[in-house]
């Protein structure tokens, strides 16, 4: 029961920091400063490269040096794989990222609310990922390479970031005419696939014992992709600005304290 628990509650930190930042909406009038979205992204950035390092890749290696495999094998293989997996997402969803009018993915007639939060949930699917492939390490190790707190930590660090995303979805969607709690609904519905694919790769894992270094690995190329592909881009948008660097770089810096005191 104890173990039941503390997946149940790994899993939903982060919908609630998603839920949390999508209220955003009942809080704020007009839209969010550039300055402002540029900061959060770029913090967003920041977590998400040190969580891949410090939660997904180096339990990864460690895993399978004490199994007495190649220690780097699983890391680069699984690594590999995620960034092709959201490559290929990226290519098949229609969806739209903000600060742009030209939808990316296969042609679609969805609206453009439709296409923002599939933007959005496409950055959700890689972190939902890692936090339940971490409870599976954390349940399958028995704390020996993964312990409770490094699981906590990760949903914690998953969890701030999302904070930011969820208003940095909900915003926008009220700034084109939606009412604030459809707004809110929708930036919500976008962190929903968190917990849904936590829960579908605590299932995979525990079926398939030995691949738990590559779906690791796999979560931080996926997580890896979204901060090159969509959220540094967006953090560099417009005029020139060193707001977003700035932002990365607080953002790492909070999730190594997070990973490497808790741990």
């Known amino acids: 029961m104890n173990d039941i628990l503390q997946i149940i509650t790994g899993i939903g930190i982060p919908l609630l920091g998603t839920t949390l930042g999508a ?4 809080f704020m009038k007009g839209d969010m400063r550039p300055g402002v979205q540029k900061l959060l992204l770029g913090f967003a950035s920041g977590v998400m490269i040190a969580a891949s390092v410090w939660s997904l890749l180096i339990p990864a290696i460690d895993m399978e040096e004490k199994a007495g495999g190649i220690a780097w094998l699983p890391a680069v293989t699984g690594f590999l794989f995620g960034i ?9 969803v229609p969806h739209l990222h903000l600060n742009s009018d030209k939808p990316e993915g296969k042609p679609s007639k969805l609206g453009r609310t439709a296409m923002l939060v599939f933007a959005v949930t496409l ?5 939902g990922m890692a936090v339940g492939v971490v409870l599976a390490g954390m349940l399958k190790s028995n704390g020996a390479v993964i312990t409770v707190a490094d699981a906590f930590a990760l949903a914690i660090g998953i969890a701030i970031q999302n904070f930011p995303e969820g208003a940095i979805i909900s915003m926008p969607l009220m700034s084109s005419g939606l009412s604030k709690g ?12 968190e917990p849904i694919g936590a829960i579908i790769t605590i299932l995979l894992t525990s079926l398939v014992t030995p691949i738990l270094p590559y779906i ?10 979204v901060v090159v592909e969509e959220l540094i881009p967006e953090a560099q948008t417009g005029e020139h600005s060193n707001i977003g660097t700035i932002g990365v770089a607080i953002g790492f ?3 190594m ?3 490497v005191a808790l741990g």
Request: negative net charge; charged residues 10%.
């Open 84 to 92: 092709a997996f959201l490559l290929l997402l990226d290519s098949v």
């Open 23 to 26: 209220a955003a909406v009942f």
């Open 257 to 259: 304290v997070l990973d």
């Open 182 to 193: 459809r707004a809110f609904y929708y930036g919500f519905l976008s962190g929903v696939v």
């Open 216 to 225: 690791l690995s796999f979560a931080a190329g996926a997580m890896i992709y």
């Open 253 to 255: 810096a909070l999730m």
């Open 123 to 127: 950055h959700n699917i890689p972190e």
